[in-house]
């Protein structure tokens, strides 16, 4: 039987697919049941916080990306606007400690995730497409319950194109209008999504990395 992992706010299930993809029944939960559509596990569209208190022992382990407009660069352009969305890491992570369950968040650079392990016991990593072989960027930060080895982080070479404004020898910006819809869909990793769907989901090949890690922390965990 497969360990079965918990993959909080999944939106269309792009870190649901690399946790499938290392060996993990998923179960995906999202406030917004128009992600539902096009997620690919089985799905439930409820408050993700209620649902982990609710059934955190029916799993093995547990993801969580919680919303990131509080932290994201566009936000914090603006005054005010990050105030305007909340700020749920400290609630997951406090809940996802006391589960006791081997765990992984995830959320834009910027926020309050640890990015490397540290003297008082948080482990973190910021992974970036290139480390996975991606024609792709896109750091994502993730703190996690153990400590993280990351790949090689190669140099980025090639120029990353805005938003919207693709050009060919460019290094895709998958965010807001990533057009087009077709190189955006090879970069990530990701045929399934819709753009706006798209934009806001991490490639499976971290995720498949990350859940490589976590069966080896719940075979330590069974021995």
């Known amino acids: 039987m497969k360990p079965?992992?918990?993959?909080?706010?999944?939106?269309?299930?792009?870190?649901?697919?690399?946790y499938h993809r290392a060996g993990f029944d998923v179960v995906g939960v999202d406030l917004n049941p128009d992600v539902g559509r096009h997620y690919p596990f089985e799905f439930h569209a409820t408050d993700a916080i209620h649902y982990l208190a609710e059934h955190w022992a029916d799993f093995d382990a547990v993801h969580a990306s919680p919303p990131c407009q509080h932290f994201s660069a566009m936000s914090q352009c603006r005054p005010g606007l990050a105030e305007e969305y909340p700020d749920l890491v400290?609630?997951?992570?406090?809940?996802?400690?006391?589960?006791?369950?081997?765990?992984?968040?995830?959320?834009?650079?910027?926020?309050?995730?640890?990015?490397?392990?540290?003297?008082?016991?948080?482990?973190?990593?910021?992974?970036?497409?290139?480390?996975?072989g991606l024609k792709l960027y896109r750091h994502r930060v993730f703190e996690a319950s153990f400590a993280i080895a990351t790949p090689p982080h190669p140099a980025h070479a090639i120029p990353a194109s805005k938003a919207g404004h693709w050009k060919p020898g460019t290094i895709i910006s998958v965010s807001g209008n990533c057009s087009p819809i077709a190189v955006a869909?090879?970069?990530?990793?990701?045929?399934?999504?819709?753009?706006?769907?798209?934009?806001?989901?991490?490639?499976?090949?971290?995720?498949?990395?990350?859940?490589?890690?976590?069966?080896?922390?719940?075979?330590?965990?069974?021995a």
């Open 90 to 132: 400290a609630p997951v992570r406090n809940l996802l400690k006391l589960t006791g369950l081997p765990y992984v968040m995830e959320n834009v650079v910027g926020s309050p995730l640890a990015s490397a392990s540290d003297l008082f016991g948080s482990h973190g990593a910021v992974l970036c497409g290139h480390m996975f």
């Open 185 to 222: 869909r090879e970069a990530m990793g990701i045929d399934w999504m819709d753009r706006n769907e798209l934009a806001e989901s991490i490639p499976p090949a971290y995720t498949e990395f990350l859940g490589g890690l976590l069966l080896e922390q719940l075979a330590e965990r069974a």
């Open 4 to 18: 079965r992992i918990l993959d909080l706010f999944c939106g269309a299930g792009g870190a649901s697919t690399g």
